[in-house]
């Protein structure tokens, strides 16, 4: 089969992901890669077969979003850890979503881990490594100036859809979504989509058949808190998520 598309440049390499031009306007290419990092990179590691894993749970997530409504960037898998995705412009907030606290909240806050959030708690970023992705007040948003009132609100009811779809679908896994990282980016055409990924290494995700507190996670904290273990986790998580969801298109 010819491809759709020929590779062109790196465009930027980032901690997780290569993102390359291609011939055709429209279209990047993103390469998942082993590596692992945690704590604004103070943390390293490669890890055999992570990018496949997540490239392969982030394409299944995307589809369902989609059909579940959600514009995404997402066009199709080339290969077992790369994707065609539309170029978008991202927009530097990381937008968090939490049902259950956990992480960095219960360092900043007096909330003990795995208390209930309801409603959902959502936070926003401010995505810059030289900065350490500080938490974004209103006033530092607007400051900031990347977002007007409506592209917020739009951002914001996004995020809580990404939540609803994603939380049902894992419960019906048997699996805890307590929170979640996702960026978005504008289109060419000017739509907001969800970008990036959406894997363990951006999902807090706690298995509910398992009562102890370490074992139950299924996720980047396993790699954070020294588990081990952390791509046979991630490998569970594929695993259920692909009994549950059609194989994924190829592009192209
Ligand atoms: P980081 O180290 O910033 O987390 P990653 O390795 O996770 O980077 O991803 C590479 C970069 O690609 C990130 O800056 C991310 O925002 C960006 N990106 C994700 N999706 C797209 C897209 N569709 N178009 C352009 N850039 C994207
Ligand atoms: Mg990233």
Redo the contacts with the bound molecule.
Sequence with gaps: MTAAYTLGSLI?E????R?FQTDRPEL?A?EFKDDATAFNALKKAQLAGKGELNCQISARLFELLEREGVPT?YLGLQGRSWQV????S?VPVEVVIRNVAAGSLCKQMPIAAGTPLEPPLLDLYYKDDAYGDPLLTDARLARLGLLTADQRAELERLAFRVNAVLRAFFAAIGLQLVDFKI?L?FTAAGELVV???ISPDTCRLWDLQVADASDRILDKDRFRQDLGGVVEAYGEVLKRVQGACPEPRIYG
């Excluded at 980032?14 to 992901?17: E, I, Q, R, S, V």
């Excluded at 995705?85 to 978008?88: D, E, I, L």
Aim: without cysteine; hydrophobic residues 40%.
């Design positions: 930027y980032g901690k997780a992901k993102v990047v993103v960037h995705v539309k170029p978008v991202i960026e980016g970008a990036d990924e």
